[in-house]
């Protein structure tokens, strides 16, 4: 498994170019803190270089900036390359299919943004929510109707597959559903 979760910040403004094929990439670097400090006191901290494609790259483009927090999930990936003198180089970086806001929603990364909302290459939002504003089309939507589901009388008081044919291996309190210690 090749999966990697990083919290920290811009060292500089995210690069952004057109492949070719109009493939938008966004190259940045992000200095992760060590999770201790050393002799002096001071935490030291790691530059991690990473790689981010289409959406997530102009996302990451749009709305981060040197000094920003950032929060990425990824993957490691390595190559190499003959820079311009013909020597053999060797890349690792962070290949990015998801970034999130990790500064604190109050602070804003961007003056016109206050949410914590993120952008992955799935093309789906974060987890994050706002209610719709008052009088918006969003507010007066019709809402999902919400009515309870009820067994068949026939199948007595669990569903087919339910947790009450479970044997579990630890003791569980029948009144109130907790474990015994």
Known sequence: MNKVILIGRLTKDPEVKNTASQVTVCRFSIAVDRRFKDQNGQRQADFINCVAWRQTANFISSYFHKGS???VVGSIQTRTYDDAGGQ???VTEVVV???EF???SNSGSNG???SNEGYNNNASR????????PNSAAANAPTAPNRQITPDEDQGSSFPGSDDDISLPFP??????????
Request: overall charge negative; cysteine-free; charged content about 30%.
């Open 69 to 71: 927090k950032i929060a």
């Open 88 to 90: 053999k180089r060797y």
């Open 97 to 99: 299919d998801e970034a």
């Open 102 to 104: 990790a500064d604190s």
């Open 112 to 114: 016109s943004r206050q």
């Open 126 to 133: 974060s987890s994050s929510y706002s209610a719709p504003a």
């Open 172 to 181: 569980i309190d029948e009144d109130t559903g907790n474990l015994i210690f």
